[in-house]
């Protein structure tokens, strides 16, 4: 079993910044990839941002170069920090994390962007 507890999220204007952190606890020896992903009201969730185990990244094209995913191996935490944040990105941000043979997600944490 994987624990993932998330923190960051809130309200803010148009272009400012949060950064979103989700740290990982338990069986997390075997953990493959980590990753944000967002569900907006009435639209499916979306992959935002990934890194490896091996600190490959991938991000979402509505994010790229703004946004960037970075992990703390030390920590077992990852983060996502969100640049020029636009109301666009309004929407509940969850982290997961992949195994080999399951995935986590977290509880969910709410970003609001104010035009």
């Known amino acids: 079993q994987v624990q993932l507890v998330e923190s960051g999220g809130g309200l803010v204007q148009a272009g400012g910044s949060l950064r979103l952190s989700c740290a990982a606890s338990?069986?997390?020896?075997?953990?493959?990839?980590m990753s944000w992903y967002r569900q907006a009201p009435g639209k499916q969730r979306e992959l935002v941002a990934t890194?490896?185990?091996?600190?490959?990244?991938k991000y979402a094209d509505s994010v790229k170069g703004r946004f960037t995913i970075s992990r703390d191996s030390a920590k077992n935490t990852v983060y996502l920090q969100m640049n020029s944040l636009k109301p666009e990105d309004t929407a509940v941000y969850y982290c997961?994390?992949?195994?080999?043979?399951?995935?986590?997600w977290g509880q969910g944490t709410q970003v609001t962007v104010s035009s």
């Open positions: 338990g069986s997390i020896f075997s953990i493959t990839a």
């Open positions: 997961n994390v992949l195994r080999v043979f399951d995935g986590y």
């Open positions: 890194i490896t185990r091996n600190s490959s990244t």
